[in-house]
């Protein structure tokens, strides 16, 4: 599993406002719903991208067949498909780079692939493997914390990597983290 420091995953969930989802599904019993439901219950605008369901909504949000359909601006691509079809998504991706300002690639748990990695650090954007936007927002915001997710412990205390009560609040300028 890559490594990332918490430093880096805080950076890009403050940073990131609006998210195009690949792979989003309409079925309440996939993780792509519940990870969409769970980030636009936190604020996060998503586009779900899914060829199947065009036109229709999923959560309210209108569903778009490809990432060239998806209107501007859009922070981060976050990839919910097989591994295999990574490198075909970064490159629709890198076409509309600069037309919805891309900034993120995010690859979900278990999506791994160096190919369409490699292309996207190559074109300036930064990436992430193998990880859930919706888990590491818990988990850095404390609301997962319980569990000992990722801490090698189990207890009830709020990490303090966001301040006060573990809140993964946006840092307005000027601010310390």
């Known amino acids: 599993m890559p490594v990332y420091p918490d430093d880096l995953i805080k950076s890009i969930l403050r940073s990131v406002k609006v998210i195009a989802m690949v792979g989003a599904s309409g079925n309440e019993m996939r993780p792509s719903y519940f990870a969409m439901k769970y980030l636009l219950d936190k604020g996060y605008l998503i586009h779900p991208v899914n060829p199947g369901m065009a036109g229709k909504e999923i959560l309210g949000r209108k569903v778009y067949a490809s990432l060239r359909e998806v209107p501007a601006p859009a922070d981060m691509v976050d990839i919910f498909r097989a591994s295999d079809a990574a490198p075909a998504i970064v490159d629709e991706a890198l076409a509309e780079k600069d037309r919805l300002g891309v900034k993120v690639i995010w690859m979900q748990l278990g999506v791994v692939n160096e190919e369409a990695a490699a292309k996207a650090r190559e074109a300036g954007l930064t990436v992430v493997m193998d990880r859930c936007p919706k888990i590491e927002y818990g988990r850095l915001s404390g ?35």
């Open 143 to 177: 609301e997962i914390s319980w569990v000992g997710v990722n801490r090698k412990l189990i207890d009830n205390r709020k990490p303090l990597l966001f301040g006060k009560g573990g809140s993964l609040k946006r840092v307005m300028k000027g601010e310390k983290s």
